[in-house]
């Protein structure tokens, strides 16, 4: 029966330090840089229950006993280099640890009979590095730019956004050995070193276009917007094997039928296969959109 010890509450103290410079009329860079201790992080233990010295069960606890804590800088930088073009420029690298990233994490070390972690660990939400730049183009009505197209190639917002940040972190699992009917590599997770690897990175551009027409009554807004300009296949889904999501001729996990026609199990039960559609971020998708302003 899982209860939870409501005396300790989670904690929270975060310092924080920046600095802004405007650097000209029309740039502005903000450095910051935080530090944030979590402590009381709810986590997981089994309590054993006896009864004249004999068990008789257990039960899980949930307790606010652990700790997590996150740190990083942060830098951004704002530019206008006319009234038509506004860019920026984001980058941040920090770095989150802990005894565990949930108390989910120590309920499964408990469920898989491993030991209680007693050191930090990366967290498995950390993702170190992330980069972005938001450039904007605009142009006001009968007032094209470099005065080209007037009454055609005006008014208008043209946003673009190019986006990177590093991969999910994972559990890398090993070759321990090969099944004896079928000859499939079998592979298994190296607890000692929980979330220490990071999957392949996220990159994308997004666009998006807004068209104005006065009509007299109202103005007409026509819109296109696409996202994953490249359609890059961003790893959502990890395979701890590879560290990207699965493609086909990868080496799969036990749990996983593999597709290769040499292991692929065909009798009851089956398992799925590893082809789930949200292994990868949203593909390269448009959206056209018409809207009408009074």
């Known amino acids: 029966f899982p209860t939870r010890r409501s005396s300790d509450l989670e904690t929270t103290v975060s310092y924080e330090l920046g600095l802004r410079s405007q650097l000209s009329a029309s740039d502005v860079l903000t450095v910051t840089a935080y530090y944030k201790d979590i402590f009381d992080y709810v986590t997981t233990r089994t309590l054993i229950l006896q009864s004249s010295s004999i068990s008789t069960g257990t039960a899980t606890l949930y307790l606010n006993e652990d700790y997590s804590r996150v740190r990083g800088l942060e830098v951004e930088y704002k530019t206008r280099l006319a009234d038509w073009f506004h860019a920026t420029l984001s980058g941040s690298y920090s770095l989150a640890t802990g005894k565990s990233s949930s108390a989910q994490d120590a309920l499964f070390d408990l469920q898989q009979g491993l030991s209680e972690n007693l050191k930090e660990i990366p967290a ?31 008014d208008y917002n043209f946003f673009v956004r190019v986006f990177y940040e590093s991969g999910k972190r994972y559990t890398k699992q090993f070759l321990s050995g090969y099944d004896p009917v079928t000859g499939r590599p079998l592979y298994v997770p190296d607890y000692s070193h929980p979330n220490t690897e990071i999957s392949d990175p996220w990159f994308y551009i997004d666009l998006n276009f807004e068209k104005y027409f006065d009509v007299g009554v109202g103005k007409l807004d026509l819109s296109l917007e696409v996202q994953n300009l490249l359609d890059n296949l961003n790893s ?54 018409l809207a009408f302003q009074f």
């Not at 889904?237 to 199990?265: E, K």
């Open 124 to 154: 498995s939400f950390d993702r170190p590095l992330q980069l972005t730049a938001n450039l904007n183009l605009t142009s006001k009505p009968n007032q094209p730019l470099f005065g080209i197209g007037r009454g055609v190639l005006d």
């Open 236 to 289: 959502d889904i990890i395979n701890p094997v590879t560290g990207r999501a699965y493609q086909f001729g990868d080496p799969t996990v036990s749990t996983l039928n593999d597709p290769l026609p040499q292991y692929r199990q065909l009798t009851y039960p089956v398992s799925p296969y590893p082809y789930d559609p949200s292994r990868y971020l949203t593909p390269r998708t448009f959206r056209l959109g």
